[in-house]
């Protein structure tokens, strides 16, 4: 260890010079590679020892423990090998061999403690080797890493001055060609076109050698990360500090949607490559018999002069000439572009599960860890001054302009999305009108039909586009003026997509509610649950929208956002204000009535949800008053989709229980016509021009007549498939909850 740790203090600058003074300067581009390949094995192998060595060190990092453990045993062993024997009376050999097990388990003890002994005694040294070996692996490999840049760096700049110069040949054969020979102007074309490929190859491979380093470097900084991380909850427990670490590790994470986006367009881009080399090598093919090209190329010009073919013949040979060696190059660029698209696809996809993993694992933390610390005296010294520069800071005017000049510089997309929103709000305009005069033809029993509720279905889901759709080219707009992903826009452009789904949600409470609605006519419900209904979305707009969007805005890490002061009064404000719509829409005849019943009150079921949904809403803002803002965070985003999957399942509910209702109408109203023609054929005596008895209408035939064995199988299923959907939605939560 010492000669190790002599070693690792000295400089190395000296020998990696030497290394690179020692490389031939004329190399051609083939012994580089081959060099780089030989220089990346020892890489590999350099991190596969530092990977054992790691594992034997954490191995060894809990032997001091289990050496306790062990000398324990041995010693229990010795006592009892060593302990008077109590059987007396035995026969000699039974007695001597007794004594040579007793004497046989005495020194396997005793060698066993003298082993675990030694073992404890050496292991601070032991360690002290691993570590010094550590150090020493990892040193290879900064300096493998080295070496690896500089080849690479050496190819590419040979590999760019090849294509420097094929650029410069190619250019000065399409230069050279007459400007009415179309075959020759056409095959020098595709060779400019064929030098740029290759060009863009290469420096995409450049581009790609950087990624692949850096992702080598987020993942082994997320597998520490990963490591700390439970270290620290099993020493820690839960408590602020702790809380105020993972959330700070949390922060730099990458958002794991960033890291799958990317994955996506990584494989997307290795299909291509792979599709772009099966058609190089395809042309390569076709090339390998050039005579035979140039000679079915000719055969199509067949006007072509005599004294004129000689001499296009020979340059069009010249030009696949060139074409030839430019098709091998790309060939084999592209092959490495697949091979190294392969391996950044590979470790982004490790960084991407990983990284999925410790987020997990702190959003499962932190949901009963306190993330910030509780208000006090310095929270309100700090609240002012962090809203004031929060609003204040030139970062919003600058994200709007950006905004603005991307959406003047795509104007065919800009427009493609101002027309779909003013078709959007057109249709959505007229969908009170028309789902009006589909309420008339369902009043009568021979015009009611099914097709008409999926006709206002579809109106009541136009009427509910325009917003969501709206919020979402917004987040797009802000999206595009991004980059890479980070900054205060990309910031924006999350606070706005995680709104679509709200206000989605939001559009349907409202539309579904309005008069000759869905629910008026089509699933019946009652006037005081409707309406309530529909005077509480906007106010619930006004309150999750705004904290939805500053509270995802803020929870970005790469931001400098007032997350702990004004975020904090903006989950308390809305809280409280949820509290308040809870304990007056569940107040008597409003949101709990049920049609054509008159509930006795009190109900005891009704008033305990007033009572749950009330408190729940304050007991959470209780919470982030005390700091468990990830806590809050992650139930409320839960609790929302609960109630937008309760809207689905209502819907659906609806739509089953008016399909059953207008069979059994459709079959009462036949069994009504029967038995109206039965007695107008058994009275004999009844005058002439004397009218049927009338039919029973829509209002006569209601839900009531449906049959209880049908209303309990709907209810059955309905009860099975939200509670599944559930149990779905709140998993990730589970094992936190428990």
């Given at each position: 260890?010492?000669?190790?740790?002599?070693?690792?203090?000295?400089?190395?600058?000296?020998?990696?010079?030497?290394?690179?003074?020692?490389?031939?300067?004329?190399?051609?581009?083939?012994?580089?590679?081959?060099?780089?390949?030989?220089?990346?094995?020892?890489?590999?192998?350099?991190?596969?020892?530092?990977?054992?060595?790691?594992?034997?060190?954490?191995?060894?990092?809990?032997?001091?423990?289990?050496?306790?453990?062990?000398?324990?045993?041995?010693?229990?062993?010795?006592?009892?090998?060593?302990?008077?024997?109590?059987?007396?009376?035995?026969?000699?050999?039974?007695?001597?061999?007794?004594?040579?097990?007793?004497?046989?388990?005495?020194?396997?003890?005793?060698?066993?403690?003298?082993?675990?002994?030694?073992?404890?005694?050496?292991?601070?040294?032991?360690?002290?080797?691993?570590?010094?070996?550590?150090?020493?692996?990892?040193?290879?490999?900064?300096?493998l890493n080295e070496h690896v840049s500089t080849l690479e760096a050496m190819?590419?700049?040979?590999?760019?001055?090849?294509?420097?110069?094929?650029?410069?040949?190619?250019?000065?054969?399409?230069?050279?060609?007459?400007?009415?020979?179309?075959?020759?102007?056409?095959?020098?074309?595709?060779?400019?076109?064929?030098?740029?490929?290759?060009?863009?190859?290469?420096?995409?491979?450049?581009?790609?050698?950087?990624?692949?380093?850096?992702?080598?470097?987020?993942?082994?900084?997320?597998?520490?990360?990963?490591?700390?991380?439970?270290?620290?909850?099993?020493?820690?427990?839960?408590?602020?500090?702790?809380?105020?670490?993972?959330?700070?590790?949390?922060?730099?994470?990458?958002?794991?949607?960033?890291?799958?986006?990317?994955?996506?367009?990584?494989?997307?881009?290795?299909?291509?490559?792979?599709?772009?080399?099966?058609?190089?090598?395809?042309?390569?093919?076709?090339?390998?018999?050039?005579?035979?090209?140039?000679?079915?190329?000719?055969?199509?010009?067949?006007?072509?002069?005599?004294?004129?073919?000689?001499?296009?013949?020979?340059?069009?040979?010249?030009?696949?000439?060139?074409?030839?060696?430019?098709?091998?190059?790309?060939?084999?660029?592209?092959?490495?572009?697949?091979?190294?698209?392969?391996?950044?696809?590979?470790?982004?996809?490790?960084?991407?599960?990983?990284?999925?993993?410790?987020?997990?694992?702190?959003?499962?933390?932190?949901?009963?860890?306190?993330?910030?610390?509780?208000?006090?005296?310095?929270?309100?010294?700090?609240?002012?001054?962090?809203?004031?520069?929060?609003?204040?800071?030139?970062?919003?005017?600058?994200?709007?302009?950006?905004?603005?000049?991307?959406?003047?510089?795509?104007?065919?997309?800009?427009?493609?999305?101002?027309?779909?929103?003013?078709?959007?709000?057109?249709?959505?305009?007229?969908a009170p009108v028309r789902l009006s005069s589909i309420t008339a033809p369902?009043?009568?029993?021979?015009?009611?039909?099914?097709?008409?509720?999926?006709?206002?279905?579809?109106?009541?889901?136009?009427?509910?586009?325009?917003?969501?759709?709206?919020?979402?080219?917004?987040?797009?707009?802000?999206?595009?003026?991004?980059?890479?992903?980070?900054?205060?826009?990309?910031?924006?452009?999350?606070?706005?997509?995680?709104?679509?789904?709200?206000?989605?949600?939001?559009?349907?409470?409202?539309?579904?509610?309005?008069?000759?609605?869905?629910?008026?006519?089509?699933?019946?419900?009652?006037?005081?649950?409707?309406?309530?209904?529909?005077?509480?979305?906007?106010?619930?707009?006004?309150?999750?929208?705004?904290?939805?969007?500053?509270?995802?805005?803020?929870?970005?890490?790469?931001?400098?956002?007032?997350?702990?002061?004004?975020?904090?009064?903006?989950?308390?404000?809305?809280?409280?204000?949820?509290?308040?719509?809870?304990?007056?829409?569940?107040?008597?005849?409003?949101?709990?009535?049920?049609?054509?019943?008159?509930?006795?009150?009190?109900?005891?079921?009704?008033?305990?949800?007033?009572?749950?949904?009330?408190?729940?809403?304050?007991?959470?803002?209780?919470?982030?008053?005390?700091?468990?803002?990830?806590?809050?965070?992650?139930?409320?985003?839960?609790?929302?989709?609960?109630?937008?999957?309760?809207?689905?399942?209502?819907?659906?509910?609806?739509?089953?229980?008016?399909?059953?209702?207008?069979?059994?109408?459709?079959?009462?109203?036949?069994?009504?016509?029967?038995?109206?023609?039965?007695?107008?054929?058994?009275?004999?005596?009844?005058?002439?021009?004397?009218?049927?008895?009338?039919?029973?209408?829509a209002e006569e035939i209601t839900i009531a007549s449906l049959s209880a064995?049908?209303?309990?199988?709907?209810?059955?299923?309905?009860?099975?498939?939200?509670?599944?959907?559930?149990?779905?939605?709140?998993?990730?939560?589970?094992?936190?909850?428990?």
């Amino acid at each position: 260890a010492a000669k190790i740790d002599a070693s690792l203090a000295q400089d190395d600058t000296d020998a990696f010079d030497t290394w690179k003074k020692n490389l031939p300067v004329h190399a051609s581009t083939d012994q580089l590679e081959t060099m780089l390949a030989t220089e990346r094995s020892a890489l590999t192998a350099a991190h596969s020892a530092v990977t054992a060595l790691d594992a034997e060190m954490r191995h060894q990092s809990v032997r001091p423990a289990q050496i306790r453990d062990e000398l324990t045993a041995a010693y229990a062993s010795m006592d009892a090998a060593q302990a008077p024997s109590s059987h007396k009376g035995e026969s000699a050999p039974l007695a001597s061999a007794r004594t040579l097990r007793t004497q046989a388990a005495e020194r396997l003890a005793t060698v066993q403690i003298a082993l675990l002994e030694l073992e404890n005694r050496s292991y601070e040294p032991r360690m002290r080797l691993l570590s010094s070996q550590l150090r020493q692996r990892q040193r290879t490999i900064g300096e493998l890493n080295e070496h690896v840049s500089t080849l690479e760096a050496m190819v590419l700049n040979r590999t760019d001055e090849y294509v420097d110069t094929l650029r410069t040949r190619v250019m000065q054969q399409a230069g050279q060609v007459p400007e009415k020979a179309r075959t020759l102007a056409d095959a020098a074309n595709t060779n400019v076109t064929l030098t740029n490929q290759l060009a863009q190859t290469i420096a995409r491979l450049s581009d790609l050698r950087t990624q692949k380093q850096e992702l080598d470097t987020t993942r082994q900084e997320t597998e520490q990360a990963l490591e700390n991380t439970n270290e620290r909850i099993r020493i820690g427990g839960v408590s602020e500090a702790v809380g105020l670490i993972l959330l700070a590790e949390q922060h730099k994470l990458k958002p794991v949607s960033l890291l799958k986006r990317q994955l996506a367009e990584l494989q997307t881009e290795l299909a291509s490559a792979r599709m772009d080399l099966i058609s190089v090598r395809e042309r390569q093919s076709a090339l390998n018999d050039i005579d035979g090209v140039v000679d079915r190329s000719l055969a199509r010009l067949p006007n072509l002069p005599d004294e004129r073919r000689a001499d296009v013949r020979s340059k069009l040979r010249d030009i696949l000439d060139v074409r030839a060696e430019i098709v091998a190059q790309l060939t084999a660029q592209l092959r490495r572009l697949a091979d190294t698209l392969s391996d950044v696809e590979q470790e982004q996809t490790e960084v991407t599960n990983i990284t999925s993993e410790l987020s997990a694992k702190l959003e499962e933390r932190l949901l009963w860890t306190p993330s910030h610390p509780a208000i006090g005296a310095v929270w309100f010294a700090q609240w002012p001054g962090d809203t004031f520069n929060f609003f204040a800071s030139r970062r919003w005017l600058s994200a709007f302009n950006g905004a603005a000049k991307t959406a003047m510089s795509k104007p065919l997309l800009t427009a493609g999305g101002v027309l779909a929103l003013v078709l959007a709000l057109l249709l959505g305009g007229r969908a009170p009108v028309r789902l009006s005069s589909i309420t008339a033809p369902m009043r009568r029993l021979r015009t009611d039909s099914y097709r008409l509720t999926g006709e206002a279905l579809v109106w009541t889901i136009l009427r509910i586009i325009p917003a969501p759709l709206f919020v979402w080219l917004l987040s797009r707009l802000f999206i595009q003026n991004t980059v890479n992903a980070v900054g205060f826009s990309d910031a924006i452009a999350s606070g706005l997509n995680a709104l679509v789904l709200p206000t989605a949600v939001l559009a349907y409470m409202r539309a579904v509610t309005m008069d000759n609605g869905l629910a008026q006519y089509h699933f019946r419900w009652p006037r005081p649950r409707r309406e309530a209904i529909y005077r509480v979305a906007p106010l619930l707009a006004l309150i999750a929208l705004p904290t939805t969007f500053f509270i995802k805005m803020m929870s970005r890490p790469d931001i400098d956002a007032p997350l702990d002061t004004f975020g904090r009064t903006l989950i308390v404000l809305s809280l409280l204000a949820t509290a308040a719509i809870s304990w007056h829409v569940f107040a008597p005849g409003r949101l709990w009535t049920v049609r054509q019943t008159t509930l006795q009150e009190p109900l005891r079921l009704r008033q305990a949800a007033r009572l749950f949904f009330t408190l729940t809403c304050g007991a959470a803002a209780l919470l982030v008053l005390l700091g468990y803002l990830v806590t809050v965070d992650t139930l409320a985003t839960h609790l929302f989709q609960t109630i937008g999957i309760a809207l689905i399942i209502s819907t659906f509910y609806g739509l089953a229980v008016r399909w059953l209702v207008l069979g059994e109408r459709r079959l009462a109203f036949k069994r009504a016509e029967a038995k109206s023609e039965s007695e107008e054929s058994s009275e004999t005596t009844t005058p002439e021009g004397e009218t049927r008895p009338e039919v029973p209408e829509a209002e006569e035939i209601t839900i009531a007549s449906l049959s209880a064995q049908t209303r309990r199988l709907l209810r059955a299923l309905t009860i099975v498939a939200t509670v599944s959907v559930l149990l779905w939605v709140w998993s990730d939560v589970t094992p936190a909850l428990s």
